[in-house]
Each structure stands twice: as structure tokens, then as C-alpha cells.
């Protein structure tokens, strides 16, 4: 696999290869921020602060976690958390994409690469042939993140515009895209879908006891920690991914 450590292209060829690689990333970024939008609206957020929190959280499960924790006026500390565990994946992406970096790369450049990732831009970075050169996330970044943030402040502006109805039918869209995303890996793999099976009736059954019990402290964003503990770490426990041989690696 040496050969895909040499050199890479200079700084001005990879951006443009980021921006162009970015495109299709920010046009479906558009779309889903702007369903974020009608759900931070109903969170009573500005435009303003609906694109602060997209241009500094470029996760949709991340931000909905923390709009949902405002909604229901939990306090910091919670909200942090949840955001945190939300988010966890993020930590691991970046040890993954450090590997892909010349080892004479700068912190301050590390630190920026990292600040920009999300799912779709750690792939497309991962997937470079040779050292990532750090300009190619920035170009990605540069026109995917203000994409997913300009979203986000339409979809809160359009909210306050459009009728009741309508904002009503458009928060649906935010569940499906969420369905959209937990349902091809369900299939393929029996122990996520009995997960997800298992954290639907997980979550509506603390729900109802905090209501039946009147459990103030048992808030929303504390049942997603709970919960997220609670199965992602049985789940590890139980069912750990088996190691994979140097040639399945290789291929």
C-alpha cells in the first residue's frame, strides 16, 4: 500500500478537486438542513442562530439532538452530552483520516481538517489515492458546510412564512430522512435491526414512565444518553465486530 503515500496534487488542484467533489455533497446537504430548518423553527430558533449552529455542528443527528434538547429547555449540561454521544463517531473518523495525512502536516491544519468532517466528507477524503492534501477538504468544506448552514436558516425563515399546515407536513420529512438512513443497514444486519427495534420501544417506554411517574429529570436528551449507553454498549459487548484478515484489508 506504499504506493498510495507519495505526493499528492499541489495545493491550487486539489482545492478545485475538493470544491468540484463537494457539489453534490452540498446540494443534498441543502436539502436535508433545510428540513432541520422547519424543526428548529418549531424550537423557536432565529435564522441567526439556526446557521450559527450548522456552520459549528455539521451533523443533522447532532444538531436535531441538540434543537430537540433547547425545545424542551434542558440544561446545558445535558444538551452538551447528548450532543457529545451523538457525535462520538466523529472522534473516530478523525484518527482514521489523521492516517491519511503526510506526516508533515501541521496541527493547525490538522485541527482544520478535522473541525470540517462529516460522513460524506471523510469518505470522499478517504478515498483520495495518495496523502490527502488538507486544501482538498477545505474545498469540499468550503462548499458543502455553508450549504448545510444556509439550509438550516431558509428552512427556519420559510417555517415562520409558510402556514401551519404546511410547516407541519415538512417536519415529517426530517423522520423520514432519518428512516431513510437506519433502514438499508437494518436489513443487512439482523443485530441492527433488533436494535433499532429495541431502542424504538426502549424510548417509548421511558417516555411514557416519566410521564406516568411525573420523572421531571428524565427529560428527552436523558433518555437518548441513557439509551445510547445503555444498547450501543451491550450491543459491543454481545455482538463485537469480528477482526478482518490483512487481505479482506487489502481489498
Not at 486539489?14 to 418549531?42: C, E, H, K, Q, T
Not at 431513510?180 to 431502542?199: C, M, Y
Not at 417506554?205 to 436523558?222: I, Q, R, V
Request: glycine share 12%; charged share 15%.
Amino acid at each position: 500500500m506504499e504506493e498510495n503515500k507519495t505526493p499528492g496534487p499541489d495545493r491550487g488542484t486539489a482545492l478545485r478537486w475538493g470544491v468540484r467533489d463537494g457539489v453534490p455533497i452540498a446540494l443534498g446537504y441543502f436539502a436535508v438542513a433545510f428540513s432541520l430548518g422547519i424543526a428548529g423553527r418549531n424550537a423557536g430558533l432565529t435564522p441567526f442562530q439556526g446557521f450559527l449552529i450548522s456552520i459549528l455542528n455539521h451533523a443533522s443527528a447532532g444538531e436535531y439532538a441538540g434543537i430537540t434538547a433547547i425545545a424542551s429547555l434542558a440544561p446545558y449540561w445535558e444538551m452538551a452530552i447528548t450532543i457529545f454521544i451523538t457525535n462520538a463517531r466523529y472522534l473516530l473518523m478523525s484518527c482514521a483520516l489523521s492516517q491519511k495525512l503526510a506526516p508533515g502536516t501541521s496541527l493547525l491544519h490538522r485541527v482544520g481538517v478535522g473541525f470540517g468532517i462529516t460522513d460524506e466528507i471523510f469518505a470522499i477524503s478517504m478515498a483520495r489515492p495518495r496523502y490527502l492534501e488538507p486544501a482538498y477538504a477545505y474545498g469540499a468544506m468550503a462548499i458543502a458546510i455553508p450549504s448545510w448552514a444556509s439550509g438550516t436558516a431558509l428552512g427556519i425563515i420559510a417555517g415562520n412564512i409558510l402556514p401551519l399546515r404546511v410547516v407541519s407536513a415538512l417536519s415529517v420529512a426530517l423522520y423520514g430522512m432519518f428512516l431513510a438512513i437506519i433502514i438499508p443497514p437494518a436489513r443487512k444486519d439482523r443485530v441492527v435491526g433488533a436494535l433499532v427495534g429495541l431502542s424504538f420501544a426502549a424510548s417509548l417506554a421511558l417516555g411514557k414512565l416519566a410521564e406516568g411517574f411525573s420523572l421531571g429529570w428524565l427529560t428527552g436528551g436523558t433518555r437518548v444518553i441513557l439509551l445510547t449507553l445503555l444498547l450501543a454498549g451491550g450491543a459491543a459487548v454481545l455482538f463485537p465486530i469480528p477482526e478482518k484478515g490483512g487481505e479482506e484489508h487489502e481489498g
